[in-house]
T-cell receptor, first 114, second 113 residues
Framework: DGGITQSPKYLFRKEGQNVTLSCEQN?????MYWYRQDPGQGLRLIYY???????QKGDIAEGYSVSREKKESFPLTVTSAQKNPTAFYLC?????????????FGPGTRLTVL | KQEVTQIPAALSVPEGENLVLNCSFT??????LQWFRQDPGKGLTSLLL?????REQTSGRLNASLDKSSGRSTLYIAASQPGDSATYLC????????????FGSGTQLTVLP
């Protein structure tokens, strides 16, 4: 059963702590993405990766870091430098075809800073 | 910079009604446009993808159209049902953007039984 999994579903963090959100896909997609969603808003791109061992900053990368050591995995670390990390985080993946680049999304992780 | 706008922000209709959701984008140089559905607290489900060379796509009761020159897309839902209640998001991939999606803020749809 192919798809994208994210864990945990809910995450609580104390101020000053780093936390890592997991994203795994078994769709054999080359490209993976991390988005942030705030209440009543659309999604904003944090980081994306088009191939293993390569990634680029999106529109709101400050305070976040990523790695792409395996094709299947694209973890996101929310660092203590992120001033307002409470949000819903969504991971996505897509095939390499630029014109038919349908993105598929995971179920999301809701991060709350206490 | 590409901007995507969705109107209305919220919509409430009685069951059985046909309805149209609107999406507009400022830069017509796009690769494709994608419509998504999001249920509360959940991830996004892809509904339809329209490539820049296409005018419309259909899936069941859903029909999405694209007018690239005017920067507009519409999502038509026929014979709405309470199960259609969700937030609908429109997103575009701009040419030269390395496949980044730019999202609108969504239309929250409620279909009343």
């Amino acid at each position: 059963d192919g798809g994208i999994t994210q864990s945990p579903k809910y995450l609580f963090r104390k101020e000053g702590q780093n936390v890592t959100l997991s994203c795994e896909q078994n769709l054999n997609h080359d490209a993976m993405y991390w988005y942030r969603q705030d209440p009543g808003q659309g999604l904003r791109l944090i980081y994306y990766s088009q191939i293993v061992n390569d990634f680029q900053k999106g529109d709101i990368a400050e305070g976040y870091s990523v790695s792409r050591e395996k094709k299947e995995s694209f973890p996101l670390t929310v660092t203590s430098a992120q001033k307002n990390p409470t949000a819903f985080y969504l991971c996505a993946s897509s095939i390499p075809d630029k014109r038919n680049n349908e993105q598929f999304f995971g179920p999301g992780t809701r991060l709350t800073v206490l | 910079k590409q901007e995507v706008t969705q109107i209305p922000a919220a919509l409430s209709v009685p069951e059985g009604e046909n309805l149209v959701l609107n999406c507009s984008f400022t830069d017509s140089a796009i690769y494709n446009l994608q419509w998504f559905r999001q249920d509360p607290g959940k991830g996004l489900t892809s509904l339809l993808l329209i490539q820049s060379s296409q005018r419309e796509q259909t899936s069941g009761r859903l029909n999405a159209s694209l007018d690239k020159s005017s920067g507009r897309s519409t999502l038509y839902i026929a014979a709405s049902q309470p199960g259609d209640s969700a937030t609908y998001l429109c997103a575009v991939i701009s040419s030269g953007s390395a496949r980044q999606l730019t999202f609108g803020s969504g239309t929250q749809l409620t279909v009343l039984p």
